[in-house]
């Protein structure tokens, strides 16, 4: 192992013991993330077989990267997020003082920009009027009520997951949303809805009341709980909306449409209505208007009837 003097004491600091120093670091650095980041790096050290950091060299990084695009067939954009990852580990491990390679020589792929997946009406109606026992299962309540708030507000599957019932005002038809990438300068935001959203909310609302005296009932605060699987009455995840979503699909007979087709729909709709990127940013909680620009790209019939009505004007 890499040897570094502490003192006279010299520690050794093999590759997973620098991972989970930089783990731990980037977990205060950014209040909490870093999973995806945590992920990669430790399979990186099984690749080779947690050696000292001082000796892994570029070629060893270069044949686990092409191992990734020859073996798992990786998007760019992909293996792009892996690299940073990769990068910014060997950053901090020179900024720490350690022996290791220059974190520049890492190749980082440029991004590809694609035309997103954008949910329409008539999918998001038959995904709905697919879906059985709208008034008897308990899960059917609550899957309504998260879809039509994904539909209404365009928020991120994690930030409808991190809603608590305290942050829902049913009179008001609003919420105040814990905001999932944009944590620094905006924190929180608020989303609201229509009132056939808001009779699936309280739907569920009420629903939920049959099970908050139970014993078996672990996070009291959480808006939407799982109520199957291997952790019932917890706090449900973006894993397992999509995993509804997916069924759902399925049943319906329609191309999969996943929470960010349903936001990406959201931000057509509200450029369609008022022709503002700056409305698009406030109420989808962008960080800069760049973001909400790509979100806002028309094409095919929705395009042709922009331009051809500002024409008209």
């Given at each position: 192992m890499q040897q570094q003097e502490v003192g006279r004491l010299v520690v050794p600091v093999s590759m997973l013991e620098a991972i989970d120093e930089f783990i731990d670091w980037r977990a205060i650095k950014m209040r909490g993330a870093g999973k995806n980041c945590d992920r990669e790096l430790r399979s990186l050290c099984l690749f080779l077989r947690n050696p000292e950091v001082r000796v892994i060299t570029f070629t060893d990084i270069m044949d686990y990267l092409k191992g990734l695009l020859e073996v798992k067939a990786l998007h760019p954009n992909s293996l792009m997020n892996r690299?940073?990852?990769?990068?910014?580990?060997?950053?901090?491990?020179?900024?720490?003082?350690?022996?290791?390679?220059?974190?520049?020589?890492?190749?980082?792929?440029?991004?590809q920009y694609t035309i997103p997946r954008v949910a329409d009406d008539d999918n998001y109606k038959k995904l709905i009027n697919s879906i059985p026992g709208k008034k008897k299962d308990y899960r059917t309540v609550r899957n309504l009520a998260i879809l039509a708030l994904m539909w209404d507000t365009g928020a991120r599957s994690g930030e409808i997951c991190s809603l608590d019932v305290a942050d829902i005002d049913i009179n008001n038809k609003r919420a105040l949303i814990r905001t999932e990438k944009n944590r620094g300068s905006r924190p929180f935001r608020e989303i609201f809805w229509t009132e056939e959203t808001n009779k699936s909310v309280s739907n569920w609302l009420k629903a939920r009341e049959k099970f908050i005296d139970?014993?078996?009932?672990?996070?009291?605060?959480?808006?939407?709980?799982?109520?199957?699987?291997?952790?019932?009455?917890?706090?449900?995840?973006?894993?397992?909306?999509?995993?509804?979503?997916?069924?759902?699909?399925?049943?319906?007979?329609?191309?999969?449409?996943?929470?960010?087709?349903?936001?990406?729909?959201?931000?057509?709709?509200?450029?369609?209505?008022?022709?503002?990127?700056?409305?698009?940013?406030?109420?989808?909680?962008?960080?800069?208007?760049k973001s909400s620009t790509r979100y806002v790209q028309m094409r095919d019939s929705q395009l042709e009837k922009r331009a051809r009505m500002i024409m008209a004007r």
């Open positions: 690299a940073i990852s990769i990068r910014k580990f060997f950053e901090y491990t020179r900024k720490r003082g350690l022996t290791t390679l220059d974190e520049e020589l890492i190749p980082v792929p440029r991004q139970k014993p078996y009932f672990k996070d009291c605060e959480a808006m939407f709980i799982s109520i199957a699987g291997t952790k019932p009455f917890t706090r449900i995840t973006p894993h397992g909306i999509s995993n509804m979503l997916s069924a759902y699909c399925t049943r319906a007979g329609i191309p999969y449409i996943n929470a960010h087709s349903m936001r990406h729909h959201k931000a057509h709709d509200i450029a369609e209505k008022t022709g503002s990127a700056i409305d698009v940013m406030n109420i989808l909680g962008h960080v800069s208007i």
